[in-house]
């Protein structure tokens, strides 16, 4: 059985040499060798490693070394390739063209509830016309009773058919002779054995799953079968996506609660699921998705407000144990996400650690958090190109240090920008108003400034004994 160390060896082995290239002529050859009896071992052994016997079991907490095979993992360039599988195509018209966005399920029988049908639903009745036409849903059926496959089939296409036709919708199942060894796991957690053997499936359900998504479209979201979507999710994932151009991201978090809501670059589908398969019988799928993205090089934890998906089921596919986890960011009406355009922000306020001035500008559910500021301190948003702006909100403090808001201070939008000291800044401003207990809003600004705006400033009034918090920034375009 091909341990864990073993494999642990390779990779440093790996990483040597593909440092040792950079200072003398290493065959590459060489490199490939050893590389190819890795990739021959892992292969023969059907995914199934064996591991550590101490892997887990002398912590209370799920720890993969994350650090010990950042580099080596990002290096595998085989880890790119598809995992060889052969898939029954359950319900399907041939894909004509690559998408935006692939919404991925898997689903097996459940001892008591079925939600499928329902989150298939909730996915094309929250999405417009238009967004239609940028999504594909891929179902992988993977329950190994092929009675239960048949039934769920036979439903799907009674309620979906315009969708499969269409080439919306795709379901799939993968056979079981291509699953590795599921009984007999290691008991990492103490978990008993039918749950090692629960969560290790589904690790590789969702690895098969991945597998056969990687070229379907440009992203990938990661859902659960029992899930509702909020009203135009794809809109508000497409101009988050827009917000972070230019910023490297390897997950996107749209929900809060396990691996709902979880966001992929299509390209990285083939070395999540071989990572899913290597690891399956180790840990939950939420745990391992938050290794992959550490090794990744993402060590923050990148989720978005409001989240787009709500968990409903209240029977979990594990035994039919009650399951009421709800996501209290979930809002129905998501429409209403800003657009905040690309821009780059300063401030000469004193910064408070690492709370900087782009973290007021984010989705995400992080600000910025300054020292007591000054008369004529300022807070500047340059966007790379002139916007116009339809409506503007600026939020200071926070629910637990509600005495650190912007106490005076006024917004003003500028344009014609010039660049002074390597800083981009605008020459003329207009005064749109003042805050108002720590906050601004103005609607209608399109009908309100005449022209495009290449800036937008906070300004302090006044100077002010408590710290601020600069909580959100939100900006809508025309």
Request: charged letters at 25%; a neutral charge; hydrophobic letters at 35%.
């Given at each position: 059985m091909f341990k864990?160390?073993?494999?642990?060896?390779?990779?440093?082995?790996?990483?040597?040499?593909?440092?040792?290239?950079?200072?003398?002529?290493?065959?590459?050859?060489?490199?490939?060798?050893?590389?190819?009896?890795?990739?021959?071992l892992y292969i023969e052994d059907s995914y199934v490693l064996e591991g550590d016997k101490q892997f887990g079991r002398e912590t209370?907490?799920?720890?993969?070394?994350?650090?010990?095979?950042v580099h080596t993992f990002?290096?595998?360039?085989?880890?790119?390739?598809?995992?060889?599988?052969?898939?029954?195509?359950?319900?399907?018209?041939?894909?004509?063209?690559k998408r935006f966005l692939t919404i991925g399920l898997s689903s097996v029988k459940r001892k008591k509830g079925n939600y499928l049908l329902e989150t298939i639903?909730?996915?094309?009745?929250?999405?417009?016309?238009?967004?239609?036409?940028?999504?594909?849903?891929?179902?992988?059926?993977?329950e190994f009773n092929s009675s239960w496959r048949e039934v769920m089939v036979q439903d799907i296409t009674q309620k979906f058919a315009h969708h499969i036709i269409a080439g919306r919708l795709i379901v799939i199942h993968a056979p079981e002779e291509y699953y590795p060894i599921l009984d007999g796991l290691k008991r990492n957690y103490n978990d008993p054995e039918d749950r090692v053997r629960f969560r290790s499936k589904q690790n590789v359900d969702y690895a098969f799953l991945l597998n056969f998504c990687a070229n379907t479209s440009d992203y990938y979201v990661m859902l659960e079968d029992d899930v509702r979507c909020s009203k135009n999710f794809l809109t508000a994932i497409k101009k988050v996506i827009t917000s972070l151009e230019g910023t490297y991201w390897v997950t996107l978090e749209f929900s809060k609660l396990g691996y709902i809501g979880k966001l992929y670059h299509s390209h990285d589908l083939p070395r999540l699921a071989h990572f899913l398969l290597m690891f399956y019988q180790e840990m939950p799928c939420d745990w391992l998705l938050t290794h992959f993205r550490d090794l990744l090089a993402q060590k923050n934890v990148i989720r978005f407000k409001p989240s787009l998906f709500?968990?409903?089921?209240?029977?979990?596919?594990?035994?039919?144990?009650?399951?009421?986890?709800?996501?209290d960011d979930f809002e129905?009406?998501?429409?209403?996400?800003?657009?905040?355009?690309?821009?780059?922000?300063?401030?000469?306020?004193?910064?408070?650690?690492?709370?900087?001035a782009s973290k007021a500008y984010s989705s995400v559910d992080e600000y910025f958090w300054g020292k007591p500021p000054s008369t004529g301190d300022i807070f500047v948003i340059v966007f790379e190109n002139p916007i116009v702006i339809k409506k503007i909100k600026v939020t200071t403090g926070t629910e637990d240090r509600q005495n650190d808001i912007l106490h005076h201070g006024a917004l003003d939008v500028g344009e014609n920008v010039v660049r002074f000291k390597r800083i981009r800044q605008c020459v003329t401003y207009v005064r749109l108003g003042e805050f108002k207990n720590g906050n601004f809003e103005m609607s209608?600004?399109?009908?309100?400034?005449?022209?495009?705006?290449?800036?937008?400033?906070?300004?302090?009034?006044?100077?002010?004994?408590?710290?601020?918090?600069?909580?959100?920034?939100?900006?809508w375009t025309s």
């Open positions: 864990f160390h073993q494999m642990k060896y390779i990779f440093e082995t790996l990483d040597k040499m593909r440092c040792l290239r950079k200072r003398s002529t290493v065959s590459f050859l060489g490199v490939l060798v050893i590389f190819l009896l890795f990739m021959n209370s907490t799920h720890q993969l070394n994350s650090e010990r095979y990002k290096d595998l360039s085989n880890f790119s390739g598809a995992i060889n599988v052969t898939y029954r195509y359950l319900a399907a018209t041939p894909l004509q063209r639903r909730s996915i094309f009745e929250q999405s417009s016309y238009e967004e239609l036409k940028e999504i594909s849903v891929v179902v992988h059926l993977a709500q968990h409903m089921g209240y029977y979990s596919s594990y035994k039919g144990a009650e399951n009421k986890l709800k996501d129905e009406e998501s429409f209403d996400i800003p657009d905040n355009p690309p821009a780059s922000l300063y401030t000469n306020m004193n910064v408070f650690e690492s709370y900087e209608d600004m399109n009908q309100k400034i005449p022209f495009d705006i290449h800036c937008v400033r906070i300004y302090v009034t006044k100077t002010q004994k408590e710290w601020l918090i600069i909580r959100s920034i939100s900006i």
